[in-house]
């Protein structure tokens, strides 16, 4: 892959916390695929600390709907956003939270290959766990030791069922690897 992106290496979270709550949520697609987040989602979401959007948002009103619910929302720009999500969000973050690398990118391409597009893509960036969307289809799986999550698409009607995600995070010791990292996609 010869493309370069700018990445954002951000600390949520201080060295007080010891737990994470991370609401993940992608391919929205608002308002071609409804004029709202599903409210399932917006009270799943007053339950956690952070919110991922992993692109695919279109219109910006959503990452409102989202901060309603939950201050801090990290988005990445999607292969279907306009120009104006495209200049406000990049399209790939690295965050550390606990001592976790989470990387998050929308993806593109064929969906058979998109762990291999992303691993390529965070080769650099020592991630733990990639975030991702694209593909309208959840994915839970770990690749060699790299968790790839994708939440699926809360509104696609053509998709199988309409999901989000859930991941909790323990604080990460020194030489234990991702033993206190769960992550569950929740059906709608």
């Known amino acids: 892959m010869s493309q370069v992106f700018k990445v954002n290496k ?3 979270f201080s060295d007080q916390i010891n737990n994470v709550k991370i609401g ?18 917006l009270d799943a979401f007053k339950q956690v600390d952070l919110v991922v959007h992993a692109g695919d948002i279109i219109s910006l009103g ?17 292969n279907m956003d306009p120009e104006a999500v495209r ?6 973050e690295v ?12 993806g593109s391409g064929p969906a058979l290959n998109l762990p291999e ?10 991630c733990d766990l ?11 799986k770990e690749i060699s030791g790299i968790l790839f999550f994708n939440p699926g698409s809360a509104v696609d009607p053509a998709a199988e069922y309409n999901s989000y995600g859930v991941i909790e995070l323990k604080k990460k010791l020194l030489g234990v690897d991702s033993i206190g990292l769960d992550a569950r996609i929740i059906k709608i």
């Not at 959503?62 to 999607?78: H, Q, R, T």
């Open 62 to 78: 959503v990452i409102d709907e989202l901060k309603s619910v939950c201050p801090n929302v990290v988005v990445v720009a999607g």
């Open 117 to 126: 597009l992303l691993r390529d893509c965070f080769k650099d960036d020592g």
């Open 87 to 92: 200049r406000k969000y990049p399209v790939k």
């Open 130 to 140: 990639i975030i991702f969307g694209h593909s309208h289809k959840p994915m839970n």
């Open 95 to 106: 965050l550390e939270i606990l001592g976790y690398r989470i990387g998050v990118m929308h």
């Open 24 to 41: 993940v949520i992608s391919d929205t697609h608002i308002p071609d695929g409804g004029q709202h987040v599903p409210r399932v989602i």
């Open 10 to 12: 951000v600390n949520i």
